[in-house]
């Protein structure tokens, strides 16, 4: 007589093999978890228990040391402690993700999901990083350059009368003097928005367009899109940390959350998706946030460690 393991380790078996699936999951394979999660309450739990492990403070704490560590070469860096930190992780979860560790070992400044962290670079100028972000400078007399790897950032630049500061995000290159504004970079599409002064861009095939105050656009590796009026009081709000939105779907809302939420926030009702919803939240617990979302659309919600179900 075969004996059939139980359905629990079936399903923190299928669990572990989403969090690394979702890591870098298209639309099609989100819409396939959401239905394996609301298919079965195990799959919620395992799932759950998983992912709170995944990000909970020992994973987290092997990652940041592994950034930690890093000063030279991160190839070289990375040999000595490859086996101990893996190890570490892999007997924590039973998988781990190298997704982004190169980016990670390559930038100065790191931010985790829902935190935000000040920087003053050598020249004075201002650097606020976002949820999530990665960002790199290096200014000194003969240049001031940065990069921002992924992430988003609001930048308030010191005037200078050497050099502009050059900032390269994925498919664009920005030129600015004593100016104010925000950069974000997700799945290799920028948007810049301009607070205070101008802002010299550089897209593929040598494109160029200069911003100015109020002045938005969103740039992807085939080119610029159109120039779109800024609304800082919503557009920029979470460089005070609040999150502002008028008549947008449920669904924008939720994916802007998820930027903040350190785990999961899964809706598995799609009339739920499509319903507009206004607010000005501040994102200091997102989990509020989703909570209240439920409340005024009358839906339900189930809480797990690290994950979140809406129907």
């Known amino acids: ?3 059939h393991p139980p359905a629990h380790d079936s399903a923190m078996e299928q669990a572990l093999d989403w969090l690394i699936r979702l890591e870098c999951a298209s639309a099609a394979e989100r819409l396939a978890f959401e239905q394996w999660l609301a298919a079965e309450p195990a799959n919620a739990q395992a799932f759950a228990q998983a992912s709170a492990v995944w990000n909970g403070p020992a994973v987290n704490q092997a990652a940041q040391q592994l950034h930690t560590v890093a000063t030279r070469s991160w190839r070289a860096r990375l040999r000595p402690y490859f086996k101990p930190m893996a190890a570490a992780a892999v007997i924590l979860v039973g998988v781990f993700s190298f997704t ?15 935190e935000r962290q000040r920087l003053q670079l050598d020249d004075g100028s201002k650097v606020l990083l976002n949820t ?3 960002f790199s400078a290096h200014i000194d007399k003969a240049q001031r350059e940065a990069r921002l790897y992924q992430g988003e950032a609001f930048f308030q630049v010191a005037d200078s009368r050497q050099q502009p500061l050059e900032l390269q995000a994925g498919p664009v290159r920005a030129s600015v003097r004593d100016t104010d504004f925000a950069v974000r970079l997700l799945d290799g599409v920028a948007q810049v928005e301009v607070q205070r002064g101008n802002v010299d861009l550089l897209g593929g095939n040598d494109a160029r367009v200069r911003l100015s105050a109020g002045d938005s656009i969103r740039i992807s590796p085939s080119g610029f899109g159109q120039r779109q009026h800024l609304d800082p009081q919503k557009d920029l709000a979470w460089v005070q940390g609040r999150l502002v939105f008028e008549n947008c779907p449920l669904s924008q809302v939720l994916d802007e959350l998820r930027r903040y939420y350190p785990g999961w926030i899964v809706n598995t009702n799609d009339r739920l998706a499509k319903v507009e919803v206004t607010g000005n939240y501040r994102l200091e617990n997102p989990l509020d946030v989703v909570r209240s979302l439920a409340h005024i659309t009358s839906a339900s919600i189930r ?6 179900i809406l129907n």
């Open 1 to 3: 007589m075969t004996e």
């Open 100 to 114: 982004n560790l190169p980016l990670r070992l390559e930038a100065d400044h790191l931010t985790v999901v829902g």
């Open 132 to 134: 999530n972000t990665a």
């Open 303 to 308: 809480e797990y460690p690290a994950l979140v």
